[in-house]
Nanobody, 129 residues
Framework: QVQLVESGGGSVQAGGSLRLSCSAS????????MGWFRQAPGKEREGVAA????????YYADSVKGRFTFSQDNAKNTMYLQMNSLKPEDTAMYYC??????????????????????WGQGILVTVSS
């Protein structure tokens, strides 16, 4: 059973940085797509960033490109989301997630369509102006 636990959220002023961490357990070889999603109040959940373990490729939503960086430490079964130049519109609950993905293209599609099987409980990020 896959379990995902986020940490590192909190409050920061606009222009600041935060790093989210997600510790994963129960992940199998087929669970090669790891990602981050967010959901702001009154809005739909959106995919923010993902990484495909097999080839190291990463994928980002246009809204965070150049500001957020996805990374993962396979030895520690942990993934990260480094968030820089934060904006008030980045305020949301952030969720880490994992998917059984046969390819990087599938991982990207899963990020765009929320098709991940395993989810963390979420962590709040608040960016004040």
């Amino acid at each position: 059973q896959v379990q995902l636990v986020e940490s590192g959220g909190g409050s920061v002023q606009a222009g600041g940085s935060l790093r989210l961490s997600c510790s994963a357990s129960g992940v199998t070889y087929s669970t090669r797509c790891m990602g981050w999603f967010r959901q702001a109040p009154g809005k739909e959940r959106e995919g923010v960033a993902a990484g495909y373990t097999s080839d190291g490729r990463t994928y980002y939503a246009d809204s965070v490109k150049g500001r957020f960086t996805f990374s993962q430490d396979n030895a520690k079964n942990t993934m990260y989301l480094q968030m820089n130049s934060l904006k008030p519109e980045d305020t949301a609950m952030y969720y880490c997630a994992a998917a059984d993905a046969p390819s990087g293209a599938y991982c990207y599609w899963a990020l765009k369509t929320n098709q991940f099987e395993y989810w963390g409980q979420g962590i709040l990020v608040t960016v004040s102006s």
